[in-house]
């Protein structure tokens, strides 16, 4: 029995069927452009590749060669059960949820929270749930993981009342591919993960690190939404909160061009001049781009120095852990992060370094230092998982 994984964004949905116990990947393909002219949908099939053009553009039409796919193998009966990616869970939800007509609501009612993502998630459950009308659906959240923070780490200093009315706190994301990553890391070294404190580093598009102590959660660096925390392909992250008010006067922006400016034209891209791709990044760099290499430089900077802070929310350090897109593949940043992490007693094996690229994980540091690995993060994987228990629990 298999469980298919769904993840909607606000013009794509990414989805795979997979074996919850093994990880194998049976079907997997990315719909995107809906909602818009030229939407397809791109099918990752065992014999190859194929694109499947989508005339109106919609979830459900997405949904119908999802189902056309699953008869030509023969696996619609297969799917025991489907596992949705949901960004923002609130303080409602401390782990994944069997849909309900209330959860449905309590998810509606993160709205505010997450209004990109939370509407887009929804309407791709309205269609999944059309789709695949006689099985179980299962929301995993994207912040559910950091709910385990405690109140130190998670309440800002400000107005008591705009926690207590507004819910304004830190939330945390990508709990799922901590959480994975943590666990893998764990298995790699041999180790329990409930005796572990590790610093995970998840480095994509969005980057975020994790302090987690025996498997939970104490701190992690995105807050009340995905900007907060490190440098990344397009966001700020951590910025003076005075800023919307000095460029609202010296510059004439408004909230709604300052936020889409924050989001979408800084970060790596703002930096540089150049673009939000960290592999084009280190080339332009190489080939001396003095924005490249500042672009570079400032991430590697404000990561040591994030992960050097959740080194305080943990009392003690086992480990780190470099994953994503970047922390996967960039022998460059990691080397560059570890030695400015070496006043914490981080040093890198250069040669067990660059190895680990393209797949490859594994532990990339020096005998002596604070163990640090490689781990290749598999959301669908853990979404699968946690959809699959729980539906196994009954729950
Ligand atoms: P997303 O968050 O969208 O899932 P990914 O996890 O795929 O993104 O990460 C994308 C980032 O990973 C990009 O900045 C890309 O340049 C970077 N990346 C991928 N491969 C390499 C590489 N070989 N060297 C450096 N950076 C890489």
Request: hydrophobic letters at 45%.
């Amino acid at each position: 029995m298999k469980t298919l994984v769904v993840n909607c964004g606000s013009s794509s949905m990414k989805f795979a069927l997979l074996d919850p116990a093994s990880g194998a990947v049976a079907l997997s393909g990315l719909a995107e452009r809906l909602g818009g002219a030229g939407a397809s949908v791109r099918v990752d099939r065992e014999d190859g590749r194929v694109t499947v053009p989508l005339p109106n553009g919609s979830y459900p039409e997405a949904f119908g060669v999802l189902l056309a796919e699953l008869d030509r193998l023969n696996a619609r009966a297969e799917v025991q059960a489907v596992g949705h990616r949901v960004v923002h869970g609130g303080e409602q939800f401390s782990a994944a949820s069997l849909l309900s007509p209330e959860v449905l609501k309590a998810i509606q009612a993160c709205v505010p929270l997450a209004p990109l993502h939370n509407p887009a998630n929804l309407e791709g459950i309205a269609a999944a749930q059309a789709a695949f009308c006689d099985v179980p659906h299962v929301a995993v959240f994207d912040t559910a993981f950091h709910q385990t923070m405690p109140e130190v780490a998670y309440r800002y200093a400000v107005p008591e009342a705009w926690y207590r009315e507004h819910g304004v706190r830190r939330y945390g994301f990508h709990g799922t591919s901590h959480a994975y990553v943590a666990g893998e890391a764990a298995r790699v070294l041999g180790q329990p993960l409930e005796e572990l404190n590790l610093v995970t580093a998840h480095l994509g598009n969005g980057c975020s690190v994790a302090a987690i102590a025996g498997g939970r959660s104490v701190d992690t660096s995105m807050g009340l939404t995905p900007l907060e925390g490190l440098v990344m392909g397009t966001r700020s992250g951590d910025v003076d909160p005075g800023l919307h008010d000095y460029l609202a006067r010296e510059a004439g922006l408004s909230l709604t061009e300052l936020t889409a400016a924050l989001n979408r034209e800084s970060g790596l891209k703002g930096l540089s001049g150049l673009t939000n791709d960290m592999r084009e990044l280190e080339e332009a760099a190489g080939q001396g781009h003095a924005g490249a290499r500042l672009a570079v430089q400032v991430f590697v900077y404000r990561l040591a120095k994030l992960i050097a802070g959740m080194a305080v929310a943990l009392g003690r350090l086992d480990g780190l852990v470099f994953t994503g897109g970047i922390g996967e593949n960039s022998a460059a940043v990691r080397s560059a992060t570890l030695a400015r992490l070496a006043v914490l007693g981080f040093t890198v094996d250069d040669g067990a370094n660059a190895a680990a690229v393209r797949g490859q994980s594994g532990v990339i540091s020096a005998s002596g230092s604070v163990s640090t690995l490689v781990v290749n993060t598999n959301e669908e994987w853990m979404i699968a998982r946690e959809t699959a228990e729980l539906v196994a629990r009954g729950l």
